[in-house]
């Protein structure tokens, strides 16, 4: 007998886009060492595989209770053998040995370093581990390395990157955003998407998506000041452009992924006024990781579906439309095989409803 009477493992479905999953996960210590599994074979590039442990991570994380034994499982979808031997092993021996050779392997520990600086992927780990690389310290002793200006500023601002962006900050930077953007366009809507829009407490990153309504965008407004760092990509959408298939595919929007500096007030006056006594610099701002994306009005819908995320729902939406609708998803529109028309939307609930699926809230998404 289940703890929850009305749940039926064989009626879960397998695409996380018809599902509603929050933040409250049962079974972290599952997804977790899926999450490890994933990420390493992310590293090697087997996409197969890391979807298969992505794909059960966020079965886990929908259920209503704490897997305990393996009967629990029996019906769900995406529960394949590799997967099952890792949950086998956490329920009988409290964790996962694969997961722990993983965290102990060394190609993992320095991908796990390399990838955790701004503009650093998993192309270049591997070149650099290839170098014989294996420390972040090593690259930075390594001069005859070429780093691109988005790694330059990954390097430099390293510390504050790393440490997460909390919900006040991100509260924050939001009212910069805004306040910077009307002075520009004062009718703009900027609305927070990615983790935050989900509920998410704390975050690698804000995201934001910005639109004007109105005949005009402004193509001029990421190139005016207020940020640390810009890497700025202009928009390459063409009217009647066909969404594209590929799942992982990056949008057409023009978009900045920068570093923005937020000044913060003191929270230790007394050893700041000390400081600034015996003039000692002190650094009384963080920089904090920013995507800005500018979309054109009609396009709001898509994108803000797209840019909430997260990750793994979004992959879903796409291969739903595709394999069960015949329709193809991007991040700027729905397009109808069949009818062979774009299905236009003012808002995500038209988009679910075009695609015959029940409405799910941004805080039910963190699939
Ligand atoms: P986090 O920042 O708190 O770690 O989580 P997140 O907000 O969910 O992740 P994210 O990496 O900031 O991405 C937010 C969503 O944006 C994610 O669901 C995927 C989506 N997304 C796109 N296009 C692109 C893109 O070009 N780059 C990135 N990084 N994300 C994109 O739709
Ligand atoms: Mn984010
Ligand atoms: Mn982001």
């Known amino acids: 007998e289940s703890e929850v009477p009305s749940f039926i493992a064989s009626k879960v479905s397998q695409y996380s886009c018809q599902r509603k999953t929050t933040l409250n996960n049962y079974n972290q210590k599952f997804t977790d060492a899926f999450e ?9 590039e087997n996409e197969i595989f890391c979807l298969e442990f992505l794909r059960a991570a966020s079965v886990l994380k929908f259920l209503p209770f704490p897997v305990t034994t393996m009967k629990d499982i029996q019906g769900l979808p995406c529960m394949g053998d590799r997967v099952r031997d890792v ?5 009988e021996e409290g964790e996962s040995s694969r997961a722990k050779e993983v965290l102990s392997d060394e190609r993992y520990q320095s991908f796990k370093q390399f990838t955790s600086v701004f503009g650093v992927g998993v192309k270049t780990s591997e070149k650099w581990y290839r170098m014989g690389l294996r420390t972040l310290e090593e690259v930075k002793a390594d001069r005859t390395l070429k780093l691109s200006k988005m790694q330059k500023a990954g390097f430099l ?10 919900k006040a900050e991100a509260d924050a930077v939001s009212l910069i955003v805004k306040n910077t953007v009307c002075r520009f366009l004062p009718d703009a809507l900027v609305t927070i998407t990615g983790g935050f829009r989900r509920g998410k407490e704390i975050g690698h990153d804000i995201d934001f998506l910005i639109t004007n309504p109105g ?20 928009s390459t959408f063409v009217k009647e452009q066909l969404p594209s298939r590929k799942v ?3 949008d057409n929007f023009q978009k900045c992924f920068a570093i923005l500096k937020l000044y913060q007030p003191r929270v230790d006056n007394s050893s700041y006024n000390m400081s600034k006594k015996f003039h000692i610099e002190v650094k009384d701002w963080k920089a904090i990781r920013v995507d800005l994306v500018i979309t054109p009005f009609e ?3 898509y994108a803000l579906l797209g840019w909430t995320g997260s990750r793994q729902f979004g992959r879903d939406l796409r291969r739903f439309a595709n394999h069960e609708r015949k329709m193809i998803l991007d991040n700027h529109a729905l397009y109808d095989r069949r009818k062979r028309i774009f299905l236009k939307a003012g808002s995500e609930e038209e988009i679910f409803a075009h695609l015959g699926l029940d ?8 699939a």
Not at 157 to 166: I, K
Not at 215 to 234: A, F, T
């Open 87 to 91: 949950i086998e092993e956490i329920i």
């Open 359 to 366: 409405y799910v809230e941004p805080w039910e998404r963190n």
């Open 36 to 44: 490890i599994m994933a990420e390493n074979y992310e590293f090697k």
């Open 157 to 166: 601002y390293y510390e504050d990157l790393v440490s997460c962006v909390s």
């Open 299 to 301: 396009q709001y819908a």
């Open 248 to 250: 992982d595919a990056m």
């Open 215 to 234: 005949p005009r965008e402004d193509d001029e407004l990421l190139h005016k000041g207020l940020l640390l760092y810009c890497d700025m990509i202009e």
